[in-house]
């Protein structure tokens, strides 16, 4: 499907899923993508006359989130994170007036009646970029969004449309035609991504306040964005001590354990950006391991790592280069090297 087309078709069914809602809950996960998209349709939503809230959450806390959120928002919507197995969606569409769903995922997800979802199964896309065209087809004006969603594709949008969009922020905004300024500005959204809840709230709202002039961002005008722009040094060299010492190496996939569980999805991002095939981050929380994968977007890791879990009890969300996984922890080592000879 063409991009226009799928920005159209995206469009009424996001207008379907606002149809009598005043307050949306955005629910998005820790990623460079995932704080460009969320601020990206927070202004969508804005200029329809919806109020948000942003929420940045992990799989194994969707929960807490869908309870917490009930009362003050009547929608929730999900950026690339659709909830793992049944509950969340369902326990999700009984509590909000409407359920929407951005994504570029190629698992199924379940559909209630008040169940939207906007998804494009397609090689080297993020979630930014869909945030992106569909604020486009909103308002042509919002072409000038174009160098925040650019901020989102660190590691994941790598697609003629891609480049085409990353063209566009640099016509528009001369500052960006330096190579170095979106890549700036990608650094500063891993690196608070790396940091934590406090941290991913404090990039949207850098992005946010500099929307108008991308240079508030990368001069140090944006107090904000000077702030997280500052560490963006020293979690390199943390992500750097990490890579160095992997847990897990195999001929195509190499796998480290992370101490936060909110950083895998971060350090597979930056893994498989420089240079390994297949990157596997992990967290041990008993019972639970969380699991994320990152690789080649032309292969579909969402059929891949379904097989690699066997007869395994957990969840699994995936598509075009990514998989996020919960399995039994004492389970999770069987896990990575099953994965290891599929791929």
């Known amino acids: ?16 899923g606002l149809a009598g809602v005043s307050k949306v809950g955005i629910v998005f996960p820790p990623t460079p993508d995932g704080i460009s998209s969320s601020v990206i349709m927070e202004e969508v939503l804005s200029q329809r006359g919806i109020e948000s809230e942003l929420i940045t959450s992990t799989p194994e806390s969707i929960m807490d989130v869908i309870e917490s959120c009930s009362g003050r928002c009547d929608s929730l919507m999900f950026l690339d994170l659709p909830p793992h197995g049944r509950g969340p969606i369902q326990v ?13 995922g190629s698992t199924p997800v379940l559909s209630y009646r008040n169940t939207v979802r906007m998804n494009l199964d397609s090689p080297g896309i993020s979630t930014s ?7 486009v087809e909103v308002d042509e004006n919002n072409d000038l969004l174009s160098w925040v969603a650019s901020s989102g594709f660190f590691g994941e949008c790598t697609t003629e449309v891609c480049e085409d969009v990353l063209e566009r922020a640099r016509l528009s905004w001369p500052e960006l035609l330096d190579e170095n300024s979106i890549r700036t500005v990608q650094e500063a959204l891993v690196a608070a991504s790396f940091l934590g809840e406090d941290w ?6 850098a992005l946010r306040e500099s929307f108008d002039d991308p240079d508030w961002f990368l001069s140090g005008t944006s107090a904000t964005a000077s702030l997280i722009r500052s560490k963006i040094v020293d979690v390199n060299k943390e992500i750097d001590f990490l890579l160095d010492e992997p847990t897990f190496e195999s001929k195509g996939l190499t ?7 909110y950083q895998r999805f971060v350090v597979s991002l930056v893994a498989h950006e420089r240079g390994f095939p297949f990157a596997v981050s992990y967290f041990y929380d008993p019972p639970l391991g969380l699991i994320y994968v990152v690789g080649d977007p032309q292969v579909d890791l969402f059929p891949l790592t ?6 395994m009890e957990g969840s699994v969300f995936g598509g075009r280069g990514f998989s996020s996984l919960i399995v039994d922890s004492d389970r999770m080592g069987e896990f990575i090297e099953s ?3 599929i791929l």
């Open 1 to 16: 499907m063409e991009p226009d087309e799928w920005a159209s078709n995206a469009f009424r069914l996001l207008e379907s």
């Open 92 to 104: 999700s569409s009984e509590l909000y007036r409407s359920v929407i769903i951005l994504d570029h």
């Open 129 to 135: 970029l869909l945030a992106y065209l569909i604020a």
């Open 200 to 205: 991913v709230y404090l990039a949207a709202s």
């Open 255 to 261: 796998g480290w354990e992370v101490q936060e569980p």
């Open 306 to 311: 379904r097989e690699a879990m066997g007869e």
């Open 339 to 341: 994965l290891a000879r």
